[in-house]
């Protein structure tokens, strides 16, 4: 999956992608285009989150390292959400 951490939409290369074994796919127009949506996999995935065999991808960074989190981000070295904590 990808996007646009820093600004701008990434696009990656599908020749380098091939290359090193790696299938691209747009998650998010694949996600958009179901059809019903995607009510059904919220539904889903809070589910998972409430029976414990979901654990969201969570970051946190003290509220002093905001500029940390924030190179993290627009470097791409992050996965799931970021966030600050007071």
Not at 35 to 42: I, K
């Amino acid at each position: 999956m990808f996007g646009s951490a820093a600004g701008e939409w990434f696009f990656p290369d599908g020749e380098e992608a091939a290359a090193r074994g790696v299938t691209v796919h747009d998650g998010i127009g694949h996600l958009l285009g179901r059809d019903g949506g995607v009510a059904d996999l919220r539904a889903q995935a809070l589910e998972a989150a409430v029976n414990g065999s979901l654990t969201p991808a969570v970051q946190a960074f003290p509220l002093g390292s905001a500029a940390e989190a924030h190179q993290a981000l627009e470097s791409r070295n992050t996965m799931g959400k970021v966030i600050l904590v007071p």
